[in-house]
Protein backbone atom coordinates (compact mmCIF):
# COMPACT_ATOMS: atom_id res chain seq x y z
CA UNK A 1 0.00 0.00 0.00
CA UNK A 2 1.31 3.61 -0.83
CA UNK A 3 1.29 6.09 1.83
CA UNK A 4 0.71 9.70 1.48
CA UNK A 5 1.96 11.96 3.80
CA UNK A 6 -0.43 14.84 3.48
CA UNK A 7 -0.38 18.35 4.88
CA UNK A 8 -0.42 22.14 5.27
CA UNK A 9 2.09 24.07 5.91
CA UNK A 10 2.92 28.01 6.53
CA UNK A 11 5.89 29.18 4.86
CA UNK A 12 7.96 29.16 7.81
CA UNK A 13 6.86 25.18 8.26
CA UNK A 14 4.01 25.31 10.68
CA UNK A 15 0.96 23.01 10.54
CA UNK A 16 -0.67 25.82 13.02
CA UNK A 17 -0.38 28.47 15.07
CA UNK A 18 0.97 28.34 18.61
CA UNK A 19 -2.82 28.12 19.65
CA UNK A 20 -2.84 24.52 17.40
CA UNK A 21 -5.07 26.53 15.14
CA UNK A 22 -4.58 25.98 11.63
CA UNK A 23 -4.96 29.65 10.37
CA UNK A 24 -4.98 29.50 6.61
CA UNK A 25 -6.30 31.33 3.78
CA UNK A 26 -10.20 30.69 2.93
CA UNK A 27 -10.26 27.77 1.00
CA UNK A 28 -7.48 25.69 2.43
CA UNK A 29 -9.19 23.56 4.91
CA UNK A 30 -11.88 22.57 2.00
CA UNK A 31 -9.33 21.91 -0.84
CA UNK A 32 -7.30 19.64 2.02
CA UNK A 33 -10.86 17.94 2.42
CA UNK A 34 -11.62 17.70 -1.24
CA UNK A 35 -8.05 15.51 -1.80
CA UNK A 36 -8.77 13.12 1.46
CA UNK A 37 -12.40 12.58 0.18
CA UNK A 38 -11.50 11.79 -2.93
CA UNK A 39 -8.74 8.93 -1.68
CA UNK A 40 -11.68 8.29 0.42
CA UNK A 41 -9.69 7.56 3.81
CA UNK A 42 -7.43 9.55 6.25
CA UNK A 43 -5.36 8.55 9.41
CA UNK A 44 -5.32 11.46 11.95
CA UNK A 45 -4.89 11.63 15.80
CA UNK A 46 -7.11 12.04 19.08
CA UNK A 47 -6.05 16.09 19.13
CA UNK A 48 -6.95 16.23 15.32
CA UNK A 49 -10.20 14.47 15.38
CA UNK A 50 -11.20 16.42 18.62
CA UNK A 51 -10.48 19.78 17.22
CA UNK A 52 -12.51 18.44 13.99
CA UNK A 53 -15.38 18.24 16.58
CA UNK A 54 -15.61 20.63 18.60
CA UNK A 55 -15.36 23.08 15.72
CA UNK A 56 -17.53 21.34 13.31
CA UNK A 57 -15.10 21.12 10.59
CA UNK A 58 -15.67 17.52 10.16
CA UNK A 59 -18.59 18.44 8.30
CA UNK A 60 -16.41 19.03 5.08
CA UNK A 61 -14.78 15.82 5.43
CA UNK A 62 -16.30 12.42 4.41
CA UNK A 63 -13.82 10.09 3.21
CA UNK A 64 -15.25 6.20 3.67
CA UNK A 65 -12.43 5.24 6.19
CA UNK A 66 -11.44 7.51 8.89
CA UNK A 67 -8.80 6.25 11.61
CA UNK A 68 -7.94 7.73 14.79
CA UNK A 69 -4.67 6.95 15.92
CA UNK A 70 -3.56 7.25 19.92
CA UNK A 71 -2.06 5.14 22.48
CA UNK A 72 -4.81 6.49 24.58
CA UNK A 73 -8.51 4.20 25.37
CA UNK A 74 -10.41 6.19 23.17
CA UNK A 75 -13.95 5.98 22.62
CA UNK A 76 -15.09 7.76 18.72
CA UNK A 77 -17.99 4.86 18.62
CA UNK A 78 -20.72 6.60 16.80
CA UNK A 79 -18.64 8.81 15.08
CA UNK A 80 -16.93 6.41 11.83
CA UNK A 81 -14.16 6.62 13.43
CA UNK A 82 -12.26 3.43 14.13
CA UNK A 83 -8.96 3.25 16.90
CA UNK A 84 -5.34 2.06 15.99
CA UNK A 85 -2.93 1.85 18.78
CA UNK A 86 -0.16 1.94 16.16
CA UNK A 87 1.16 3.37 12.53
CA UNK A 88 1.50 -0.24 11.26
CA UNK A 89 -1.90 -1.39 12.78
CA UNK A 90 -3.47 2.22 11.22
CA UNK A 91 -1.91 0.76 7.68
CA UNK A 92 -3.35 -2.89 8.75
CA UNK A 93 -6.97 -1.91 8.81
CA UNK A 94 -6.93 -0.16 5.80
CA UNK A 95 -5.22 -2.55 3.96
CA UNK A 96 -7.85 -5.38 5.26
CA UNK A 97 -10.27 -2.28 3.64
CA UNK A 98 -8.52 -3.50 0.30
CA UNK A 99 -7.57 0.24 0.47
CA UNK A 100 -4.13 1.07 -2.21
CA UNK A 101 -3.19 4.62 -0.38
CA UNK A 102 -3.12 5.75 3.19
CA UNK A 103 -3.89 9.79 3.30
CA UNK A 104 -1.49 10.07 6.67
CA UNK A 105 -3.46 13.25 7.46
CA UNK A 106 -3.09 15.00 11.13
CA UNK A 107 -1.50 16.15 13.66
CA UNK A 108 2.36 16.70 14.24
CA UNK A 109 2.70 13.17 16.47
CA UNK A 110 1.39 11.02 13.59
CA UNK A 111 3.15 12.28 11.28
CA UNK A 112 6.36 11.71 12.89
CA UNK A 113 4.80 7.87 14.29
CA UNK A 114 4.89 7.26 10.88
CA UNK A 115 8.25 9.41 9.55
CA UNK A 116 10.04 7.14 12.38
CA UNK A 117 8.94 3.65 11.31
CA UNK A 118 10.04 4.73 7.63
CA UNK A 119 6.43 4.22 6.99
CA UNK A 120 5.84 7.06 4.04
CA UNK A 121 6.24 6.65 0.55
CA UNK A 122 5.60 10.19 -0.55
CA UNK A 123 4.68 13.80 1.07
CA UNK A 124 2.33 15.86 -0.23
CA UNK A 125 2.70 19.62 0.78
CA UNK A 126 -0.32 22.51 0.20
CA UNK A 127 2.54 25.61 1.03
CA UNK A 128 -0.05 28.14 2.67
CA UNK A 129 0.55 32.02 1.71
CA UNK A 130 1.04 32.63 5.94
CA UNK A 131 3.69 33.17 8.09
CA UNK A 132 2.85 32.25 11.76
CA UNK A 133 6.14 33.33 13.71
CA UNK A 134 5.59 30.71 15.74
CA UNK A 135 3.67 27.83 16.04
CA UNK A 136 3.34 23.80 15.94
CA UNK A 137 6.11 22.39 14.19
CA UNK A 138 5.54 19.50 10.76
CA UNK A 139 7.36 16.77 12.99
CA UNK A 140 7.84 18.24 16.52
CA UNK A 141 10.92 15.51 16.98
CA UNK A 142 13.96 14.69 16.29
CA UNK A 143 13.69 12.47 13.12
CA UNK A 144 16.17 10.63 11.14
CA UNK A 145 17.53 12.30 8.07
CA UNK A 146 14.67 11.91 5.44
CA UNK A 147 15.82 12.02 1.91
CA UNK A 148 13.41 13.21 -0.65
CA UNK A 149 13.50 13.84 -4.21
CA UNK A 150 10.08 16.59 -6.05
CA UNK A 151 7.93 14.72 -8.02
CA UNK A 152 5.81 17.69 -9.13
CA UNK A 153 4.77 21.17 -8.09
CA UNK A 154 1.72 22.66 -9.10
CA UNK A 155 -0.05 25.83 -8.36
CA UNK A 156 -3.44 25.20 -6.80
CA UNK A 157 -4.61 28.78 -7.26
CA UNK A 158 -2.94 32.21 -7.48
CA UNK A 159 -1.29 32.35 -3.91
CA UNK A 160 -0.76 28.23 -3.27
CA UNK A 161 1.44 25.61 -4.40
CA UNK A 162 1.27 22.01 -4.06
CA UNK A 163 4.26 19.83 -3.82
CA UNK A 164 4.87 16.42 -4.38
CA UNK A 165 7.86 14.64 -2.63
CA UNK A 166 9.12 10.65 -2.95
CA UNK A 167 10.69 9.77 0.15
CA UNK A 168 13.50 7.99 -0.67
CA UNK A 169 14.82 6.12 2.51
CA UNK A 170 11.70 4.94 3.05
CA UNK A 171 11.50 1.59 5.21
Known amino acids: MKTTLYFSVSIDGFIANKDGIPLFPEGAWEEWCSYVNNIG ?3 AGRTSVEQL ?48 EAIIGGGRAV ?29 GDVLDLAQLKLLESNPLNEDVIRLRYQVLNAG
Request: cysteine-free; glycine content about 8%.
Open 41 to 43: NVI
Open 53 to 100: QIENMGAALHPEHKIVLSSHDIDFSGSGWKHARSASEALEILNQAGVT
Open 111 to 139: YHAFMKEKLVDDILIDLQPVAFGEGIPVF
